[in-house]
Structures are given as structure tokens and as C-alpha cells.
């Protein structure tokens, strides 16, 4: 095996079959031993058969799925591992029908496990602190190439009428962050640093004005891209817009589209890639890393799909 990364003939080798997988995250979803997602017992709990559970504090019958993403789904459980593998190996990401015949699945049932995935990938690393730079990135087409019907009305909050806006935020050497903000005024990006970044960090910014506030609770340094300037002694936002490279390649290159509904799941898989399954760390602890998120984020389908749809973006 090699020292950092694993293939998927070596994956296969590891986790063959349902049965394999289900022991597999048996051992990382529960380190002490069977726990009981309800009540957390792990004394009072009997074993029956075909890797199913049973509380006798809380009389809860439960197995490995309950309470997680992969909780009432049809999908085997060695294809969900072989999923989380693609998903958190691949930099930008693999779509629905890509994962649909890696996995003998329908391409409808593929989006609905990458949603689920993308759910477990919405965790809390934590504030960011010390250095972090913070810029804004606009996601979507052109009013140009939609029906007339669906072409938005100029927006003068936002200052542009079809396109979403996105704040991403890196630390120095560290977390990442990306959140979808209904504004990229200067209020609107205050409130999105007080909510990722700790007060009296350092953030470095271009010169554009909605982030005139931000010196009042943070050191507040910038470089002017107007003028040509993208470093100046150490300031840029060279690292964001980095991230923000992979971002466009992901959604127009892989996804080709995403809807505003679900804008911000997309980009916490972004984020989540970044963060735990950077390529620093072995295939395996990213694999595991993910496992670990999966607990507590259940979605159905039916919730997923609810409310209005939203207009299709891609950039």
C-alpha cells in the first residue's frame, strides 16, 4: 500500500462486499463498541442477526445506518464507501452520471447519494483565526443565454441580477471556509466574518468597498487589484482565489450546473475536500474523516426536493 493514498483495486481488496463495509464502519463509527444512537448506551445492548441491534435501555432496534445519511437507503453499503472514496479523492468533484456507472446505480439514485454526502460535509471545523484572507466569487450565467421568462430583474443590492455570491475565506496555512451571502455589500460581509472569523484576526481583502467595516473588530490589510497590486509585504488573496479556481472548474467542468436551492451544499464539498481530504493526508484518514461526519445529517429525499427548485447556475 503505498504511504499516501490507496487505490480502488486496493479499496476493493479492503471493503469486497455490504458485510465487509458494515464492519468496517461499525469499528470507525463506533470506537468503544456498539453504541446506541438514541440513547448512547453500549452496556445494555443485544446483537441479532444480519449486523442488526437492539437497546435494552431505551428498546431501540437500530444497525450502523440509524441516525445517519445512509439511513433507509437501498444502496449497499460498500458502494455508499466506494462513493465517499471518489468523492473526497476527486479535486473537483464527480457528477451523478459519472458515479451512476461506477457504482451500477440509476443516475436519479447517484444524485440523491451525492446530496446525502454533500450534507455530511457541512461540519463545524471551528473559527478561523490568525491570518485569513476573504474574497467574493459570483456564481452563475448569463441573463443572455436564458428564456426571457426566467431572466432575473437587476438587483441593485446585489449589483448583479443572475448571479449568486460566495464568500470564501482561507486561513494561513490552515481551514478553509466558503458560504453562499445574500449580499456582498458591506454589512452583509461583516456579519459573514463575525460568524467565520475570530475578532482581532488579521484579513487580508482587495479594495473593494463592502469590506470598508471590517477594521472595526479585525486588522484589516488590503491590496489593490485595480492597479495591478496582488502582493504587497506578505497581503494578497492569491490563496482564495485559488480556491476559487477549483470552484469554477468543479461546477463547470464536472457538475456543469447546480440550482441556487442547493448552492451551498456544492460548496461545503468544496470546503470539506479542501479541509479533511487534503492530499497531504492518506487516502484512508480522508475516507475516515468523512465517516466520521456522517452521523446526525439524515436527509430525505423528499425534504431535499422540496420548496421551489430555483434557477439552474453555472459559471
Keep these: 500500500m503505498s504511504r499516501s493514498t490507496i487505490s480502488t483495486f486496493q479499496l476493493f481488496q479492503m471493503i469486497p462486499d455490504a458485510e465487509a463495509a458494515r464492519k468496517y464502519l461499525e469499528t470507525r ?3 468503544k463498541g456498539v453504541t446506541c444512537p438514541k440513547c448512547a448506551a453500549t452496556e445494555r445492548v443485544g446483537t441479532r442477526n444480519g449486523g442488526f ?4 435501555a431505551c428498546k431501540l432496534d437500530f444497525t450502523v445506518r440509524t441516525g445517519t445519511i445512509f439511513e433507509r437507503s437501498h444502496v449497499p453499503l460498500h458502494k455508499w464507501l466506494y462513493s465517499m472514496y471518489l468523492l473526497v479523492t476527486s479535486r473537483k468533484g464527480i457528477s451523478s452520471m459519472q458515479l451512476a456507472k461506477e457504482i451500477g446505480i440509476t443516475q436519479k439514485s447517484a444524485w440523491f447519494v451525492l446530496q446525502r454526502l454533500r450534507e455530511a460535509c457541512a461540519t463545524d471545523s471551528g473559527m478561523l483565526s490568525g491570518i485569513v484572507q476573504m474574497d467574493e466569487i459570483y456564481i452563475g450565467g448569463k441573463d443572455g443565454n436564458k428564456h426571457a421568462k426566467k431572466r432575473a430583474k437587476f438587483d441593485q443590492a ?35 466574518a463575525f460568524q467565520f472569523i475570530e475578532k482581532g484576526s ?8 463592502g469590506y470598508s467595516r471590517l477594521h472595526k473588530n479585525y486588522k484589516h490589510e488590503k491590496v489593490n487589484h485595480s492597479i495591478g497590486e496582488y502582493m504587497r509585504n506578505g497581503v494578497s488573496t492569491n490563496a482564495v482565489e485559488s ?9 463547470h ?30 487516502s484512508i484518514e480522508r475516507l475516515d474523516s468523512f465517516i466520521g461526519a456522517v452521523a446526525g445529517k ?9 420548496g421551489k427548485q430555483g434557477e439552474a447556475i453555472c459559471q
Aim: proline share 3%.
Design 298 to 306: 439524515q436527509i430525505t429525499y423528499k425534504k431535499l426536493t422540496a
Design 53 to 56: 441491534y437492539r437497546c435494552h
Design 158 to 192: 446585489m449589483g448583479l441580477a443572475t448571479k449568486i455570491p460566495v464568500v470564501g475565506m482561507r486561513e494561513k496555512n490552515g481551514k478553509t471556509k466558503l458560504s453562499p451571502v445574500i449580499s456582498t455589500g458591506a454589512r452583509a460581509l461583516e456579519q459573514t
Design 253 to 282: 467542468g464536472v457538475y456543469h450546473k447546480a440550482s441556487q436551492k442547493h448552492i451551498k451544499r456544492y460548496v461545503d464539498e468544496f470546503a470539506f475536500r479542501l479541509n479533511e481530504g487534503n492530499v497531504k493526508r492518506h
Design 243 to 251: 480556491l476559487f479556481a477549483v470552484l469554477r472548474r468543479g461546477l
Design 29 to 31: 463509527l463506533w470506537p
Design 202 to 209: 488579521t484579513i487580508h481583502t482587495d479594495e473593494w468597498a
